[in-house]
């Protein structure tokens, strides 16, 4: 099993749709979690981190389930721009280098 | 700042070749890594370094070396090219290790072995 596991997709909805990704992690030890945003050949960005309360960013909400292991994106009133692959990252322990990578949700919005 | 370079952009090696990336960032970051990713799937970690002199293994280090002289710069060295490291190669600094760093990536290498 993997250590972080995604719905590669792609999931293809309208704009202005709402679309959510789930992040399944195995680690229970898992400390801290973000989302990153991978356009088309170009390199991830991060998107936001993901905190126990939950946080929004604008149209983008991120929440996480540590009983469950489960964190979550929610992308309210889908735009064109939001087309990209979005990658769950998840740390588990405290040394550099421990950043765990899932393989991506990739996310077409049609017009 | 231009934040995280690497070069060459792009480069075709041949089976027993060798090749250094380069990779160089100007925001004063204490940790470099070196990922690969393959097509559709995730990043794999190649090597890290928590400061210059300081290198470390990652998740896949086997067919790679890294040196870090400068704070500035990671290069990453392929010795004896194999089609298996076809890939596209990413750098990426943070400032610190926590657990809450952002990790800042360059644009990346892709890599052609044949």
């Known amino acids: 099993r993997k250590e972080v596991e995604q719905d590669p997709g792609p999931f293809n909805v309208p704009e202005g749709a709402t679309v959510a990704f789930n992040c399944t992690y195995s680690n229970s030890a898992s400390q801290s979690f973000f989302w990153y945003r991978q356009d088309c050949r170009k390199e991830p960005k991060l998107l936001m981190s993901v905190y126990s309360s939950g946080n929004e960013d604008g149209r983008f909400t991120a929440q996480l389930n540590r009983a469950s292991q489960y964190i979550s994106l929610l992308i309210r009133d889908s735009k064109l721009s939001d087309s990209a692959t979005y990658l769950c990252v998840v740390n588990f322990n405290t040394n550099a280098g421990k950043s765990t990578f899932g393989d991506g949700t990739t996310l077409t919005v049609k017009p | 700042n231009a934040g995280v370079t690497q070069t060459p952009k792009f480069r075709i090696l041949k089976i027993g070749q060798s090749m250094t990336l380069q990779c160089a960032q100007d925001m004063n970051h204490n940790y470099m890594y070196w990922y690969r990713q393959d097509p559709g799937m995730g990043l794999k970690l190649i090597y890290y370094s928590v400061g210059a002199g300081i290198t470390d293994k990652g998740e896949v280090p086997n067919g790679y070396n890294v040196s870090r002289s400068t704070t500035e710069d990671f290069p990453l060295r392929l010795e004896l090219a194999a089609p298996s490291q076809t890939s596209v190669y990413f750098c990426?600094?943070?400032?610190?290790?926590?657990?809450?760093?952002?990790?800042?990536f360059g644009p990346g290498t892709r890599l052609l072995v044949l």
């Open positions: 990426a600094s943070s400032y610190g290790g926590g657990l809450e760093e952002t990790q800042y």
